[in-house]
T-cell receptor, first 111, second 114 residues
């Protein structure tokens, strides 16, 4: 079983729709990260959170530590939001912090 | 905003050749990482580096790989005798604390082994 599971794997939506991407994890974490990977491959860190909720522009990330679950929401989605969104968790293992990656959610927003 | 810079952005090499991927982390960061992503697969951890030595490495990071911080600013990943299966996107990242304080990623080097 993967330690970080994302759903859905693929998501296609129309411009303007409200988007939700989910992430569940099974390990103890010190932080959870949402990252964006564009078609060119570069990775950009969107959020790092350890509790509650963060908002940046049209992006909102929430985390429920008790349920080991996080969601990334995009309001008023736009074609430029099309990318792979990756959930990753920082976990302390073997005397080191490690970043454990989800498989990513490929999001396509159609005009 | 400070950036992690990786060069080259794309490298094509013959199988069996050595390649060096270069990264300039954020100057006051202490922890450095290399990750790779084979096309269509999830990102995989290769190695972490702190205080001028490897602090953690994955099973992927075998004797074919090595890392160095030769001059206090660059952070390099060397792959000796490249194989076709080394073709991937390689990402460098740095962070300023012990993990939870946030990572900054480079834009990646796409390595193609032919």
């Amino acid at each position: 079983k993967n330690e970080v599971e994302q759903s859905p794997q693929n998501l296609t939506a129309q411009e303007g729709e409200f988007i939700t991407i989910n992430c569940s994890y099974s390990v103890g974490i010190s932080a959870l990260h949402w990252l964006q990977q564009h078609p060119g491959g570069g990775i950009v860190s969107l959020f790092m959170l350890s509790s509650g909720k963060k908002k940046h522009g049209r992006l909102i990330a929430t985390i429920n530590i008790q349920e080991k679950h996080s969601s990334l929401h995009i309001t008023a989605s736009h074609p430029r939001d099309s990318a792979v969104y990756i959930c990753a968790v920082t976990s302390y293992m073997d005397s080191n912090y490690q970043l454990i990656w989800g498989a990513g959610t490929k999001l396509i927003i159609k005009p | 905003e400070p950036e992690v810079t990786q060069t080259p952005s794309h490298q094509v090499t013959q199988m069996g050749q050595e390649v060096i991927l270069r990264c300039v982390p954020i100057s006051n960061h202490l922890y450095f990482y290399w990750y790779r992503q084979i096309l269509g697969q999830k990102v995989e951890f290769l190695v972490s580096f702190y205080n001028n030595e490897i602090s953690e490495k994955s099973e992927i990071f075998d004797d074919q790989f090595s890392v160095e911080r030769p001059d206090g600013s660059n952070f390099t990943l060397k792959i000796r005798s490249t194989k076709l299966e080394d073709s991937a996107m390689y990402f460098c990242a740095s962070d300023g604390g012990q993990g939870p304080y946030g990572y900054t990623f480079g834009s990646g080097t796409r390595l193609t082994v032919v």
